[in-house]
């Protein structure tokens, strides 16, 4: 039996099962659930699975201590007289907002419809609670609603789901990062119960409810990340495994099943006998749903920490993080590994050699990219880790079922949660037997050259030059990337077989003959990492070019628009530029603090999202006055005209100032490509 086979045969999917329900046992709410960053639950349940580490037999467990924002939410219920007379007591959930009562206190509730600030005209809502409906998948973030409540001198904010989350049925209630300040608290309420409320509300503008609330936020705690390893012969070459431990609700499918398949794994490896080349390294993260107060980019704050802060080193020395989420339950119609682009030649390679394994899925497995900021991989790869994970944001759980009390064992689909086990186990075993890391940056460079293609008209002189001057620089060096990748492949080949036949000496003097090469691609991935990764403002993973010609595009059209006298048209693009679509709803308090929340704050605050924004281009001013204008039919556009016509010029500008560090970037790296060329050179192979 060879390895693979003996690794198969070791992983025991009811031991990942057990563990997952296991971490269900700690809770900050005795009804609901919930281990939150900092909290006594999340440190318990961080213990419980140092211990268990041990347990299967993993080396140098350790707790690392990372600075966070902590939140404990004990409880939040409403108790009112319904319709009938009776008296009911109802759950709320919670986002991560301050608001402690002493016992039931009493208050007025009033239904303020969205929470936009048009709801608010003629209403006094000071010291209240205010009932809103949110859709936060197609309108609008909790923070938005929350925060104009606050402004208003709202005592708090419950909100009810009309879509987007917690679909799976009307006693749903939701929970998310709140991406706002902890003193605008904030609760969720389902469905169901907002019906109660709204049918005593009916010809009345506000009724008497009693609060029962207890969510705790603190600024500058401690939290634990906890790992383990399996030492390997090349102690100092890594291959990281990793999983968030921390949880809204019982949070059985997000995240305690990938927890639970992370060691589950560990444990079959270890049990196979299976004697490593690297360090393989299992790391429990905390702090993932969320972990510092009032900043747009506040979740993966654990992991953030984890490789910026406490362990930089890992940077440089781990070929590849996998990290896991939500593995227990089918998403789509297939499986698929998410990755950075740099991994998607050898993953596709990977897929094609593997044996027959569980058929979970109708279709093949397959690869796709970018990474996403959704969880934390991202934080990894930017930090210059190459990293991957299976991707989890097909299918309807995440409308349905996550991040609400329904995310439970009902829906656990055990041989979908099987295959996740045998494919990344298997990679684990792959991975460990490369003497290089396994990147191409070809299609990092194709999707930054691809970008260049379809350009918008530009007034500035000389920019468009500029930019297919670029883009013939970067297709030219994917080429070469592709031609590097095929001798990567070719020396992990030759190691492989060495360690296949026996032939340990010769394994390792190839291994020990290409270190210079493995840092040099590890160091051109981070370079490449903070060259061409941004992202827009609703955290989708875009190059810096491409977000701009983005905005460009919608300003240039918005011209044309009004320009023809169509004020409608012209806001319908202008609500696409950045985080502009907000300016229409809420006051120009909020929306100037959501904006300039994102900038002007230290990089401890916004953490994997510092410097990953461009420069926004600020259009509250003239949407407000385009919408005016709209309302009362008038056509005079000048000023605004003026205005955008500014704002596209400084896009450009910034366009060219991008294409320039993006040109410098890549021939600084081809010349150091160049000048290295002689250390990468193995006079067997030929070349």
Wanted: hydrophobic letters at 40%; a negative charge; proline letters at 3%.
């Amino acid at each position: 039996m060879n390895m693979q086979e003996e690794i198969l045969k070791n992983l025991d999917v009811e031991y990942s099962r057990d563990l997952a329900k296991r971490m269900e046992a700690f809770a900050s709410n005795s009804a609901l659930g919930f281990r939150t960053a900092g909290s006594r639950a999340e440190f318990e349940t961080g213990e419980m699975l140092r211990k268990e580490m041990e347990e299967i037999g993993l080396q140098k467990v350790e707790k690392d201590a990372v600075r966070v924002d902590g939140w404990e939410f004990r409880r939040a219920e409403l108790a009112f007289c319904d319709a009938q007379g009776a008296e009911r007591t109802i759950q709320l959930g919670a986002y991560q907002t301050q608001m402690v009562t002493r016992g039931f206190e009493e208050f007025s509730l009033m239904d303020l419809g969205k929470g936009t600030e048009g709801d608010y005209a003629g209403k006094d809502v000071r010291g209240k609670l205010v009932l809103v409906e949110i859709n936060q998948r197609d309108e609008w973030w909790i923070n938005y609603p929350a925060y104009q409540a606050w402004r208003k001198g709202a005592r708090a904010l419950i909100a009810v789901q009309s879509g987007g989350y917690g679909e799976i049925g009307d006693e749903a209630l939701n929970a998310q990062d709140i991406a706002g300040p902890e003193n605008a608290p904030a609760f969720s309420i389902s469905r169901k119960d907002a019906r109660s409320l709204r049918a005593l509300l009916r010809g009345k503008e506000e009724i008497r409810v009693r609060l029962n609330a207890d969510s705790r936020v603190w600024r500058d705690g401690i939290t634990y990340n906890v790992h383990g390893a399996i030492p390997g012969r090349h102690e100092e070459r890594m291959v990281l495994l990793c999983a968030h431990y921390d949880s809204y609700f019982s949070g059985f499918q997000d995240d305690n099943t990938a927890v639970g398949m992370m060691l589950g794994i560990a444990r079959a490896l270890l049990k196979s006998g299976f004697r490593p080349n690297n360090t393989l390294v299992f790391c429990a993260m905390a702090a993932e749903e969320w972990g510092v107060a009032d900043s747009s980019f506040d979740w993966s704050t654990g992991c953030y920490e984890q490789v910026f802060t406490v362990h930089p080193e890992w940077a440089g020395k781990t070929v590849a993080a996998l990290n896991f989420e939500l593995p227990a339950l089918a998403h789509g119609t297939r499986a698929r590994i998410r990755c950075c682009y740099e991994y998607m030649p050898y993953l596709r390679e990977f897929l094609a050699q593997l044996p027959e394994l569980t058929r979970a899925y109708p279709e093949q497995t397959q690869v796709t990219a970018p990474i996403e900021t959704w969880s934390d991989d991202f934080s990894l790869a930017i930090s210059g880790i190459p990293s991957m994970v299976n991707d989890f944001t097909g299918g309807s759980f995440m409308e349905t079922n996550y991040h609400s009390q329904f995310d439970s064992d009902a829906f656990y689909d055990e041989k979908v949660y099987r295959l996740h086990h045998e494919l990344f186990a298997l990679l684990v075993e792959a991975l460990d037997r490369t003497a290089v890391v396994p990147l191409s940056s070809e299609w990092t460079l194709r999707r930054a050259a691809k970008c260049l293609q379809e350009i918008p008209h530009l007034e500035r002189e000389g920019l468009r030059e500029k930019a297919e001057a670029l883009r013939e620089i970067l297709e030219k060096e994917a080429l070469c990337a592709r031609e590097e990748y095929a001798r990567i492949a070719d020396v992990n080949g030759r190691y492989a077989a060495c360690l296949l036949e026996g032939k340990g000496a010769q394994a390792e003097e190839i291994y020990r003959r290409f270190r210079p090469w493995e840092r040099d691609l590890l160091e051109r991935f981070k370079r490449l990492q903070d060259a061409l990764v941004r992202v827009d403002w609703y955290g989708n993973v875009l190059c810096p070019q491409e977000i701009i010609l983005k905005n460009l595009r919608l300003l240039r059209g918005s011209l044309r628009d009004l320009q023809k006298g169509d004020a409608g048209e012209a806001l319908k693009r202008l609500y696409q530029v950045d985080n502009n679509a907000y300016a229409f709803m809420f006051d120009e308090e909020v929306f100037r603090h959501f904006t300039d929340y994102a900038f002007y704050q230290p990089r401890e605050r916004l953490k994997w999202g510092y410097g990953r924004l461009m420069q926004h281009a600020d259009l509250y001013g003239s949407v407000r006055s385009l919408m005016r204008k709209k309302a009362l039919g008038e056509t005079d556009f000048c000023g605004e005209i003026a205005y955008l016509e500014a704002v596209a010029r400084a896009q450009e500008a910034l366009l060219e100032r991008e294409i320039g560090a993006l040109r410098e970037t890549v021939e600084k790296l081809m010349d150091k490509k160049g000048g290295e060329s002689a250390q990468r050179r193995d006079p067997k192979d030929g070349n």
